[in-house]
């Protein structure tokens, strides 16, 4: 019942290999384990990495994230299981003194917090957030300031659903409380939820996550007839539909969630693109954007609040930057350093190319000749050669594409010396997203999405003048030929929203987008809703987004 009920044994890394300082750090706590038990516990966590690290979207940033597991052995195995709230009656001795039962729901699993806080703060004094695995068949788990979760059937899948509420404050999306009979549940009270995936806004212009709602989407998208039951109806819009759709935050209605399932709706649906989004915005601990100052003689990085920006390096050429990390140039040389993560700490790795393009594991470069390619080996100013001539280079998160120079044709690297795959003609530019790459004609005419095989790529919009991805929503925006108008594609076919006025470039971060105004006097960030802009920074030569 006490920590004198146990003892802590030690603490391990079991996945990632980000800076301390830099990464997103869980740490898996067990509770109601025994001395002998402590291999069960372990193999929990592992279950729990195996889980996280092929559920979207972690599975596309598992670079930023690292895991630990801090062995804590209790007398007893289990956990409090009180009769009154329908459980067995058991008690049993832990450190953490977990129980189910709270607020009278037995599957509401709970420990002592201050405990587990100060356990994690102990072993691994980075941690983002804590969890604590609690060693019972009962189904049951829960969120708030360290989440728990119990090893019944599909303990993982309630491991991720408990970690949305503790990392990263995600309301639960079903429409009742403790079971869907409870009675004061039929309409939400005044007051718009803090939590940024149910809201009580069907305002096209002002919802949170407008930003990802098509036009030609109605709000709401999806009312409930019987507010003094829950709409167990099936949808009435395609799946993967951004909207309003009403019941959530544990009330019938008047509160809407932003799809009509999610994972924090039923544990065995994926996150809905508004959950993905809040969660690969605030799994990045890195800052997002750096800029160059009109006259190149420094480079700056926002710090994510206000129009604050801190001074990191001196003059510049160019600024690359990608999940791997942000690259300059030396305007006088041409070579290639690479910020280290503090002011005017930089790492020369290698000398001058015609381009550069930034993935998730490394650098690529294009020789000033442009007779080769070359990827960086990670390690002091060492490259290696990775394919002939080429006559342009875009990476991302999906990867590696060039284009060759004589016929313009693109190329997917396939992660050795010379091996290439012809994915597609030419075409005017190229952008490299998160699972795929996207293509605008070379007479700007339509814009292409690759689908991942072969030759065959699928048209998702008519003219654009440039192509912009990154993180954030579908990983792609466009600007208009003409107006210069910014639109966001919403993952379908001629399915884009109206984001913002023309700027003289943009750039996609995790969180948003941001963009230099026509006259490079000024960085705007784009609030999320209609064509709201916020002024974050003065005058600049470019913007790069990445995890710097």
């Known amino acids: 019942m ?3 009920d146990g003892s802590v044994q030690g603490h391990t890394q079991i996945y990632g290999t980000a800076p301390r300082n830099r990464a997103f750090t869980i740490v898996l706590l067990g509770d109601g384990f025994t001395a002998a038990q402590q291999t069960a516990f372990d193999t929990a966590c592992t279950d729990f990495v195996t889980a996280l690290t092929t559920t979207a979207p972690y599975d596309r940033i598992g670079r930023g994230i690292n895991t630990w597991r801090i062995n804590v052995t209790s007398t007893d195995s289990g956990a409090d299981d009180p009769a009154a709230s329908g459980g067995t009656g058991a008690t049993a001795r832990t450190y953490f003194d977990s129980r189910f039962g709270a607020n009278g729901i037995r599957r509401l699993l709970v420990c002592n917090n201050s405990t587990v806080l100060q356990t994690a703060t102990a072993r691994v004094p980075e941690f983002s957030v804590a969890i604590v695995v609690v060693n019972s068949p009962v189904y049951g788990g829960s969120g708030g300031s360290v989440g728990t979760y119990s090893l019944a059937g599909g303990a993982t899948e309630i491991a991720i659903h408990e970690l949305g509420h ?18 004061g549940h039929d309409h939400h009270p005044a007051g718009e939820p803090a939590e940024p995936n149910v809201t009580l806004n069907t305002d096209r212009a002002t919802l949170e996550w407008g930003w990802a709602v098509a036009p030609t989407t109605a709000l709401p998208t999806m009312s409930n007839p019987d507010c003094a039951s829950v709409d167990l109806r099936p949808s009435v819009a395609p799946a993967g539909t951004v909207g309003c759709f009403e019941g959530a935050h544990y009330y019938h209605c008047r509160s809407f969630r932003p799809e009509h399932n999610c994972k924090m709706r039923e544990l065995s649906n994926p996150f809905c693109q508004i959950c993905r989004q809040v969660i690969r915005a605030r799994t990045k601990v890195a800052k997002n954007i750096c800029a160059l100052t009109p006259t190149r003689d420094a480079v700056y990085r926002y710090d994510g609040s206000g129009t604050s920006w801190t001074r990191i390096g001196g003059p510049a050429g160019h600024l690359y930057a990608g999940t791997w990390g942000l690259v300059a140039t030396n305007p006088d040389t041409g070579d290639l350093y690479r910020y280290l993560g503090t002011p005017d700490n930089w790492q020369h790795i290698g000398s001058a190319g015609a381009s550069f393009a930034v993935a998730t594991d490394t650098v690529y470069g294009l020789t000033p000749t442009r007779d080769a390619v070359y990827r960086y080996d990670n390690s002091g100013t060492s490259w290696t050669r990775i394919g002939g001539p080429a006559g342009h280079l875009y990476a991302g998160t999906w990867g590696l594409v060039a284009t060759n120079p004589d016929t313009g044709d693109l190329y997917r690297y396939l992660g050795t010396p010379d091996n290439w795959q012809h ?11 998160t699972d795929t790459v996207y293509g605008l004609t070379p007479t700007r005419d339509a814009v292409y999405r690759y689908d991942n095989s072969g030759t065959s790529w699928t048209k998702v919009h008519g003219p654009a003048d440039r192509l912009y991805t990154g993180d954030w929503g ?5 600007t208009k030929p003409g107006s210069g108008d910014l639109y966001t594609y919403l993952g379908s076919p001629d399915s884009w929203r109206h984001t913002g006025s023309a700027g003289a470039s943009f750039a996609v971060a995790t969180d948003t987008v941001y963009g230099l ?32």
């Not at 995600?170 to 009742?176: H, K, M, S, V």
């Not at 030419?426 to 997203?433: C, E, I, K, M």
């Not at 579908?474 to 466009?478: F, M, Y």
């Open 2 to 4: 006490t920590t004198s």
């Open 166 to 183: 503790t990392a990263y404050g995600l309301a639960d999306e079903y429409a009742y409380y403790a079971g869907g009979g409870e009675t």
């Open 423 to 433: 994915i597609g003609s030419a075409g005017a530019s190229f952008a490299v997203a």
């Open 474 to 478: 579908r990983g792609l925006v466009a």
């Open 517 to 548: 105004t026509p006259s490079r006097n000024a960085v705007y960030r784009y609030n999320g809703s209609g064509l709201s802009w916020t002024k974050v920074g003065d005058a600049a030569d470019s913007i790069v987004a990445g995890d710097i």
